[in-house]
């Protein structure tokens, strides 16, 4: 399954809302996970089955969607925030990411 | 808390085999409950999932790979390996050694990554 993901860079001012999209090839359900990674560091989960935060996630971030068009909010973007973000499904194998957007400041 | 602490060399030359080990700590590696994993990431590719091994020895490889990779268990260590044989440039990357929930539907722990290029 391919996970395409838009837009490849999203430029946004610290305190504004981010949103960033994923769509499968074909269905995934809601077997969809999102993941952030900043520069050096590995990728940090922090969404799962499409909608639940992982342990310790603030709740500024929220997922959404189903089948094949999910998308992750970020509410107010914090400087910590700005990192590239991943999407995976694991509905079928491989487990396939996609190519990554990266939240940049404006 | 499950950590993962990676080691392995960071250059190998081509047709070589790649070797990764992962030690684990705050779980058996033995006992259900978890995945054991890999997952590397280059320019090019991105980020890919190369395979697990579970507690019981069954593992699941990625067909890119194919079928240059194996997985394996060191239970005396606690320790998990990727093997990648007759390597070319194109497996140029970080390797992430991974874990979670047994299903395996998401990467919940990440080990540190190890930089792993080819070359001669």
């Known amino acids: 399954i391919v996970m395409t993901q838009s837009p490849a860079t999203l430029s946004v001012s610290p305190g504004e809302r981010a949103t960033l999209s994923c769509r499968a090839s074909q269905s995934v359900d809601g077997n969809l996970a999102w993941y952030q990674q900043s520069p050096g560091q590995p990728p940090r989960l922090l969404i799962y089955?499409?909608?639940t935060r992982a342990t310790g996630v603030p709740a500024r971030f929220s997922g959404s969607g189903s089948g094949t068009d999910f998308t992750l909010t970020i509410s107010s973007l914090q400087s910590e925030d700005f990192a590239v973000y991943y999407c995976?499904?694991?509905?079928?194998?491989?487990?396939?990411f996609g190519q990554g957007t990266k939240v940049e400041i404006k | 808390q499950l950590q993962l602490q990676q080691s392995g060399p960071g250059l190998v030359k081509p047709s070589e085999t790649l070797s990764v080990t992962c030690s684990v700590s705050?779980?058996?590696?033995?006992?259900?409950?978890?995945?054991w994993g890999w997952i590397r990431q280059s320019p090019g590719k991105g980020l890919e999932w190369i395979g697990n091994?579970?507690?019981?020895?069954?593992?699941y490889y990625n067909p890119s790979l194919k079928g240059r990779g194996t997985l394996s268990l060191d239970t005396s260590k606690n320790q998990f390996s990727l093997k990648v044989k007759s390597v070319t440039a194109a497996d140029t990357a970080v390797y992430y050694c991974a874990s979670g929930p047994t299903v395996a539907r998401i990467v919940e722990f990440w080990g540190q990554g190890t930089p792993v290029t080819v070359s001669s």
């Open positions: 995976q499904q694991s509905n079928n194998w491989p487990r396939t």
């Open positions: 705050g779980a058996s590696i033995i006992v259900p409950g978890y995945y």
């Open positions: 089955d499409a909608s």
């Open positions: 091994i579970y507690h019981t020895g069954s593992t």
